[in-house]
């Protein structure tokens, strides 16, 4: 089963921060929190991933509570082609290498 | 970046008979691919873990002797789908996993497979 929670769905307008939550109450210390996303009918693409420190790419940004609870992935500026199901994952690196997928969220980008 | 590949994007094939598919990685070498499938409306679900050069390891409830893969170089991995039947229609995704580093995994674009 995942070890995440996540909203089932999300709305966006376009050209605004997109700000996806994500809970994993029960990450293990040597667990990372990995986030993909699914665009309609296509394989799953990596986004961004973290341990304890946030963290940020030329995609998004990755904040993690200091407790290691709940995170929040952000788009800064959404745009269609952002809509897709995003996924927050966590998972050992280098130990279990299994991703287990969630339900994750369907983000929506409003024009 | 990574590439992974997948090949044939999709396929239709009649009950009874058996559909490879392939997944590449294309400018990295892979120790470990990743089999996943995925029905309409639902979530990926791992089927298998390939490593190169030894056997595949199997989720549980998915069977091996349905489901033969091969991984036979650290860039490509095969997934054969044995005397496939209508229940086996889905969206097949592969994803690879850089020999260097341990960081995160890449996928394939996905196979879809429809079985009449």
């Known amino acids: 089963d995942a070890k995440t929670t996540q909203p089932p769905s999300m709305d966006c307008a376009e050209g605004r921060a997109a700000n996806l939550p994500c809970n994993h109450s029960?990450?293990?210390?040597?667990?990372?929190v990995y986030w993909y996303r699914q665009i309609h009918s296509q394989g799953p693409q990596y986004i961004i991933h973290g341990l304890k420190n946030n963290e940020t790419n030329e995609m998004a940004s990755l904040i993690i509570t200091e407790d290691r609870k709940s995170s929040t992935l952000i788009l800064p500026h959404a745009t269609l082609r952002d809509t897709a199901v995003y996924y927050c994952?966590?998972?050992?690196?280098?130990?279990?290498?299994?991703?287990?997928f969630g339900k994750g969220t369907k983000l929506t980008v409003n024009p | 970046g990574a590439v992974v590949s997948q090949h044939p994007s999709w396929v239709i094939c009649k009950s009874g008979t058996s559909v490879k598919i392939e997944c590449r990685s294309l400018?990295?070498?892979?120790?470990?691919m990743f089999w996943y499938r995925q029905f309409p409306k639902q979530s990926l679900m791992l089927m298998a873990t390939s490593n190169e050069g030894s056997k595949a390891t199997y989720e549980q409830g998915v069977e091996k002797d349905k489901f033969l893969i091969n991984h036979a170089s650290l860039t490509l991995s095969t997934l054969t789908v044995t005397s496939a039947h209508p229940e086996d229609s889905s969206f097949y995704i592969c994803?690879?996993?850089?020999?260097?580093?341990?960081?995160?995994?890449?996928f394939g674009p996905g196979t879809r497979l429809l079985v009449l």
């Open positions: 029960t990450i293990s210390g040597n667990e990372y």
């Open positions: 994803s690879a996993r850089r020999s260097e580093s341990v960081e995160t995994q890449y």
């Open positions: 400018d990295f070498q892979a120790t470990t």
């Open positions: 994952i966590v998972s050992a690196q280098g130990g279990s290498e299994k991703l287990v």
